[in-house]
Structures are given as structure tokens and as C-alpha cells.
């Protein structure tokens, strides 16, 4: 940690100056860093100054801002290091301020665009009256499928966060050289831009897709399966897993879909996949998966999104498997996926209802 980072925190000093000083200091002040970076990437100020030095009045008409509001803002970024500012008032991207170009290795472009956006800020800043007993319904009335809904450019927002997740995600199947047990006709329910349905499409060239999800979600998925060459093996169809989902198909996805829902609504989301499902069909869940034991897990702050934003849950693999059994499902394999987060896949066996 540079000493630099310590020096212009607001509140280090004032909490005694020590390394358990600065880490309280880091989450007082991490309302003020997740929205410098929220800013930073939706104007894609990353992508302007990676050419070379800007300053804020040139940059300001071509991003949509205000010269002196972007300034401040970049003068902030400065302290969190995205950029340096010389004499001239000039801005420079850092090696920091390069993850988030949207060519970046390992970018993290629209992870904050996508993910610190209205929704689940403000359901973050409910989290107090959570705990006191608040309940959250996102699919209700001013829930958040709704927000996402009447806002589709945040829905795309989000699309794409979710999409470099998973982006993440595929790439640590094909490292891994993954095949899943069930092939065919593949429904990807919920499955947003089509990046999962996607790679496994292009693992199994005999197969043949469906992209099942809102509207809203699948708006960049045309050109997402369109650019990964397999649009022509692709269908897609809008609609409400909560309802019904595609009929006939061999191999169901959930992949991080569970999670964003209460027990009672899982067991109806596998349900009508079990119902939609040839006989001797596949079910392939991917999930976050809750420890055994004691030891922390980035699960954990899985779960408490899960718990504010969606009144869903991250669970352990024996929930899973209790929660599928009676819908039908037999567990067959249990694969990890957890270098970079702690995926699991769970495959199970359709049963005859």
C-alpha cells in the first residue's frame, strides 16, 4: 500500500493512523470511491485519456459533462489513483486507470458501470431497515425487475457487468476443458446477452440453443451471439421463468440465477424447467456455493447482495440438492470452478414427474 493512498484517505488519521485505522477508513470512504468509478466508466473517461494527456474542459463536450464537475471528479480520481494531473491541469491515465479501457487484459470496464448503477446502490442503502425486517420482493411493484424494465439502458448496463462475470466465468470452463453431461437443445434461462450459451454452443457444434430471459436483458444479445459465430444455432425467446420456460429441451441452465431468489421461487423455477424438460433431460446449475465450514468466502458478500438487493441467498451444495430433489432432479456431478471465485457446478438428472 503506498503511503500516498493513506495520506489522502479523510478519515485514516482521525482513527489512529494504523493498518486496522485504514481499513475502517476504506469502508467510510467507499461510497465516495464506488461512485468516482461509477462516473469514470460510464463517461469511458479511460478509453479518452488513453491516447495521452486531457484536460477537463477538452474532454467535458465530448463525454456529455460539465467542465468544472468533471474536473472535480478527475481531481478525485487522482487521489484513488485512476489518474495524475500535472501543472497544466492536464490528466493522464495510470496503470491503474488502464483496467478500465474497454481493451484492457482482464478489464474492468462496465463492472462498475453495471453493477454500482441505481438498482443496487440504492438497495445497498437499505440494508438497516433489511436487517430490522424489510421485506424485498424484486419482482413486485418498484422492485428491481421492474426498475430494470422501465430504465432498459440501465438493463444494459447491468447486461453487461453480468456479462464480463460470466465472460470470467467461460473462460475458466474452457481452461478447465469442461463438458457438460447433458447436450442437444440447450435453454439457457436467464441467461442475459448469451455469453455461457454461447461457449457451450461453440463446445458442441451439433447443438442448438435457446436464450431465455427478459426483454430488456437479451437487448445486446444478437450481436453478442452474432460476434461469437453461433447466431445462426441461437433462438431467442423473451418471457418470465417465474411463468413457464421453453419446452423440449435437453440440457437447462441456471447459471447464477437460484441465488437471486427465495426458496418457495427456486423450487417454481426448477419446477417449470423440470416440466419443459425432455425425459432423461439435464439441469446445470452454477451458483456461488456457501462453505462448510467457518472459513471466510467471497460467498459471503455474494450473499448479502443477494439478501438486499433481490431477498435471494447464496446456499451450501446439500440446500441445492434438498431444494432440486423434490422437484424432480437427481445430483449426478459435482464439478468446482473456484480459482478466481467460488463457482460450483451442479448437474442434475431429470426424474419422471
Not at 19 to 47: K, N, T
Not at 148 to 171: C, K, L, N, S
Not at 321 to 333: D, K
Amino acid at each position: 500500500m503506498a503511503d500516498s493512498d493513506r495520506e489522502n484517505s479523510l478519515h485514516w488519521k482521525m482513527l489512529g493512523g494504523t493498518d486496522e485505522a485504514y481499513r475502517v477508513a476504506q469502508m467510510i470512504e467507499g461510497l465516495m470511491m464506488a461512485q468516482v468509478l461509477l462516473a469514470f466508466d460510464r463517461f469511458g473517461l479511460a478509453d479518452r485519456l488513453a491516447a495521452g494527456p486531457r484536460t477537463a474542459g477538452e474532454l467535458a463536450p465530448e463525454v456529455g459533462a460539465g467542465g468544472d464537475p468533471l474536473g472535480r471528479l478527475l481531481n478525485a480520481a487522482s487521489v484513488y489513483q485512476l489518474v495524475s494531473r500535472d501543472a497544466a491541469g492536464r490528466y493522464t491515465l495510470t496503470s491503474t486507470g488502464e483496467l478500465m479501457r474497454t481493451t484492457a487484459d482482464s478489464s474492468a470496464s462496465g463492472l462498475a458501470g453495471g453493477f454500482l448503477g441505481p438498482p443496487l446502490w440504492s438497495a445497498f442503502s437499505k440494508i438497516v431497515d433489511v436487517l430490522q425486517g424489510q421485506k424485498v420482493d424484486p419482482a413486485a411493484p418498484g422492485g428491481m425487475y421492474e426498475y430494470y424494465g422501465q430504465h432498459p439502458e440501465e438493463a444494459i448496463w447491468f447486461a453487461r457487468a453480468m456479462g464480463r462475470v460470466t465472460g470470467t466465468m467461460v473462460a475458466e470452463l474452457g481452461a478447465s476443458g469442461f463438458r457438460p453431461l447433458g447436450s442437444g437443445r440447450i435453454v439457457d434461462v436467464g441467461g442475459s446477452r448469451g455469453t455461457l450459451l454461447a461457449y457451450l454452443l461453440r463446445t458442441d457444434p451439433a447443438s442448438t440453443g435457446i436464450l431465455f430471459d427478459r426483454k430488456e436483458a437479451m437487448a445486446e444479445a444478437p450481436g453478442f451471439l452474432a460476434s461469437a459465430g453461433v447466431a445462426d444455432r441461437a433462438e431467442l425467446a423473451p418471457g418470465s421463468f417465474l411463468q413457464e420456460v421453453p419446452a423440449g429441451g435437453d440440457l437447462y441452465v441456471l447459471s447464477q440465477v437460484l441465488h437471486n431468489w427465495d426458496d418457495e421461487r427456486v423450487r417454481v423455477i426448477a419446477g417449470n424447467c423440470h416440466r419443459a424438460s425432455r425425459p432423461g433431460g439435464h439441469l446445470m446449475v452454477i451458483e456461488y456455493v456457501l462453505p462448510d465450514g467457518p472459513e471466510p468466502s467471497a460467498a459471503f458478500l455474494m450473499d448479502l447482495i443477494m439478501l438486499t438487493a433481490l431477498a435471494g441467498r447464496e446456499r451450501t451444495r446439500e440446500q441445492l440438492e434438498a431444494l432440486l430433489g423434490p422437484c424432480g432432479y437427481t445430483l449426478v456431478r459435482d464439478t468446482p470452478l473456484n480459482r478466481v471465485l467460488p463457482w460450483r457446478i451442479l448437474e442434475f438428472q431429470h426424474e419422471p414427474g
